[in-house]
């Protein structure tokens, strides 16, 4: 049963929303108690997802707001609203817009709409989207987690029965599919063809570690580095860096290393974006100068100059594995916390040849 929805609403007793002749609403009791509409809903039901003591605040509140649970407005949300909700951290990335188009051309040809929210990995402005979301009454959800996401309030969606698909990144103990690039094997992938080229002085550039995502590729490069007998602690390690601004930003931290690094593993290829031209700036020939590996061979990595050396990430695979899954969910299907990983692929370009001898 999905929750929020704007039809759930009840005839309002004394109060301002009563005096209005406005109907109040499970967002507004949300608004009221600081908690999020899925809680609200779930607690008017008596849901053991909903710890006891804050149930009985819940119902409390709605009983004094004058809030009537309309069980015949909730049944109207086993209709479908033909709107499914896709949220990332970053939609200027050019890998999410493919893997939007992915997304798109499958649900579009089931006469889904497609509604997208940009978090920032903002964990409040996440959990505000798929709020209004619920009030919509959305027939499924695709998330790339932000920062901070909790498995609980994940599961609490999937129990109140709406379709959930993680893609891109993991929540740990969060019962939904995901479908995600093997982010793990790609940092392996690109470390090991930077060993093979004979860097032993390899930065790693970018991810935010507490996701999936950074997490994976920098035991990628890790793992890679330990196997070469090359010690990861005394290697350049940056995290955090997202973008080309952090990208171009970060050069001449690298340029100042002691040793400087003669090759680059880029979280993905808007950071090496950013190097790749602040290096030219700085003097230094990307590739000759200092190698540099990308991440998600996004449009355009293999027209730059010099061509990018990236790990291919699948956002068509993704995208389209994503909206089967959601496809199946919203036609009655159970599917539960199937985990599929995409093989990456290692894309190698001009930009990492093998370091000048003097280095």
Not at 233 to 256: F, H, K, S
């Amino acid at each position: 049963m999905r929750s929020g929805s704007g039809s759930d609403r009840s005839t309002v007793g004394d109060g301002d929303d009563g005096r209005s002749g406005r109907r109040l609403r499970l967002g507004d009791l949300a608004m009221q108690l600081g908690v999020s509409t899925a809680t609200v809903s779930l607690a008017l039901r008596n849901s053991p997802l909903v710890a006891a003591e804050t149930r009985e605040r819940i119902k409390e509140h709605a009983r004094k707001a004058g809030y009537i649970y309309n069980r015949s407005a909730a049944a109207l949300r086993t209709a479908r609203s033909n709107m499914v909700g896709i949220a990332v951290h970053d939609i200027l990335n050019p890998y999410f817009a493919e893997v939007f188009r992915a997304l798109e051309d499958q649900l579009g040809r089931e006469q889904q709409v497609v509604l997208i929210c940009n978090h920032r990995d903002d964990v409040s402005r996440q959990r505000s989207f798929v709020d209004t979301l619920l009030q919509h009454r959305i027939d499924g959800l695709v998330l790339c987690a932000s920062v901070g996401t909790e498995a609980e309030e994940v599961n609490a969606l999937v129990d109140a029965g709406i379709p959930v698909t993680l893609i891109c990144r993991d929540v740990e103990g969060v019962r939904a599919p995901v479908v995600r690039g093997d982010d793990f094997l790609g940092g392996l992938m690109l470390t090991r063809h930077l060993i093979g080229q004979g860097h032993r002085r390899i930065a790693m550039v970018g991810g935010r570690r507490a996701t999936s995502a950074g997490r994976e590729r920098n035991l990628g490069w890790k793992q890679a580095l330990g196997e070469a007998g090359i010690d990861a602690a005394g290697q350049v390690d940056i995290p955090e860096l997202m973008t080309q601004a952090d990208g171009r930003d970060v050069v001449p931290t690298l340029l100042a290393a002691d040793p400087r690094p003669s090759a680059v593993f880029a979280f993905n290829d808007l950071v090496a974006y950013g190097i790749l031209s602040a290096l030219r700036r700085h003097g230094v020939e990307p590739g000759p100068g200092m190698a540099l590996g990308g991440y998600d061979d996004t449009d355009g990595a293999d027209s730059r100059l010099p061509s990018l050396t990236s790990v291919w990430n699948a956002p068509e695979v993704i995208g389209a594995r994503a909206a089967s899954l959601i496809l199946r969910q919203i036609g009655g299907e159970r599917v539960t916390d199937e985990h599929i990983l995409i093989p990456p692929e290692l894309r190698i370009r001009e930009s990492t040849p093998p370091p000048p001898p003097e280095s």
